[in-house]
């Protein structure tokens, strides 16, 4: 979860707007999660699992949302105090 909101955070400070915002942070956090769960299949005991990445990328979707969520209380509320 913290992934996804620190990709979403880093990409809005990037500059990217609109539908792009969501979509750069979640496949990053998607390439994270099928990066991790292929380094566990040389990994001795360990075993790799698509619901292991569909886990991992359903919680950095949840920091994404999160973020999104707050960004927008934010700026309703500094709208309405500035008037």
Known sequence: MLLGAAA??????LGTKGFFSAV???YVC??????DESIQLFS???SSL?????????GSLTGI???FIVLKIYRR???????
Do not use: E, N
């Open 8 to 13: 979403c955070y880093d990409a809005r400070r």
């Open 24 to 26: 750069l942070p979640m």
């Open 30 to 35: 998607l390439f994270t999660a099928v990066a």
């Open 44 to 46: 001795a005991g360990r």
């Open 50 to 58: 698509l619901t292991d990445v569909w886990i991992d990328h359903s």
């Open 65 to 67: 949302a999160i973020v």
């Open 77 to 83: 509320y500094t709208k309405t105090s500035q008037v």
